[in-house]
């Protein structure tokens, strides 16, 4: 399974971006796909995730409320739609895939894509 991330730049605070991640490859029913993020300096760590069939989303108290996570199986996408934005949620975003239910460890996740960055500025 092949991930590309894509969507990431620059907005204010306050402002929206909606991150794509396009998977293509061997894909499956039993995926899970998560959005993780690194800020500078920091630890990689889970944003939101959400199940093949989109019955089952996981999001980070940080972005409840701000965030939704959704997929387009025909397409083989999942995005991220960011509202709200703050500074601190300026990081290196990364969409990641898993078989089985979602996971809040990085190592559990099997296939990555390469990464965009989100900066929002003050």
């Known amino acids: 399974v092949q991930l590309q991330a894509s969507g990431g730049g620059l907005v204010q605070t306050g402002g929206s971006l909606r991150l794509s991640c396009a998977a293509s490859?061997?894909?499956?029913?039993?995926?899970?796909t998560a959005w993780f993020r690194q800020a500078p300096g920091k630890e990689r760590q889970i944003v939101a995730a959400?199940?093949?069939?989109?019955?089952?989303?996981y999001y980070a108290d940080s972005v409840k409320g701000r965030f939704a996570i959704s997929g387009d199986n025909a397409r083989n996408t999942v995005y991220l739609q960011m509202n709200s934005l703050k500074p601190d949620d300026t990081a290196v975003y990364y969409c990641?895939?898993?078989?089985?239910?979602?996971?809040?460890?990085?190592?559990?996740?099997?296939?990555w894509g390469q990464g965009t960055l989100v900066t929002v500025s003050s």
């Open positions: 990641a895939a898993r078989s089985g239910r979602y996971s809040l460890t990085e190592k559990n996740y099997n296939y």
């Open positions: 959400i199940s093949w069939s989109g019955e089952s989303t």
């Open positions: 490859g061997r894909t499956s029913s039993s995926y899970t």
